[in-house]
Nanobody, 125 residues
Framework: VQLQASGGGFVQAGGSLRLSCEAS?????????MGWYRQALGKRREEIAC????????KYLESVKGRFTISRDSASKTIYLQMDNLEPDDTAIYYC??????????????????WGQGIRVTVPS
């Protein structure tokens, strides 16, 4: 399984960005959950959003609720993170993560089996 992430960049406060992450290699009869983590300089990595393939349920970190939206395209096993009203505190390296198995999985992605490459998001103060 591989995760290919894209998006990110530099945006002024209040702006928007969208991240994408495509999973390849997950069997068609597998359940999976995928999410986005971020790590700011000097801070630990934290999960900010997750979506489950079982029922499209989602889970968000409190600080991004109402500003970030996670969604997925089941056909391509791609997840998206729409980030609106970005704040300087959102500046971080963002990582997508996934795990998968043959029974239903719910969020959060507690122990990811695979990580995508980091994507830098910068929101200057």
């Amino acid at each position: 399984v591989q995760l290919q992430a894209s998006g990110g960049g530099f945006v002024q406060a209040g702006g928007s960005l969208r991240l994408s992450c495509e999973a390849s290699g997950i069997a068609s009869n597998s359940y999976y959950r995928m999410g986005w983590y971020r790590q700011a300089l000097g801070k630990r990595r934290e999960e900010i959003a997750c979506i489950s393939s079982s029922d499209d349920s989602t889970k968000y970190l409190e600080s991004v609720k109402g500003r970030f939206t996670i969604s997925r395209d089941s056909a391509s096993k791609t997840i998206y993170l729409q980030m609106d009203n970005l704040e300087p505190d959102d500046t971080a390296i963002y990582y997508c993560a996934a795990d998968w198995t043959y029974y239903e999985l719910k969020c959060p992605v507690v122990n990811p089996r695979m990580w995508g490459q980091g994507i830098r998001v910068t929101v200057p103060s």
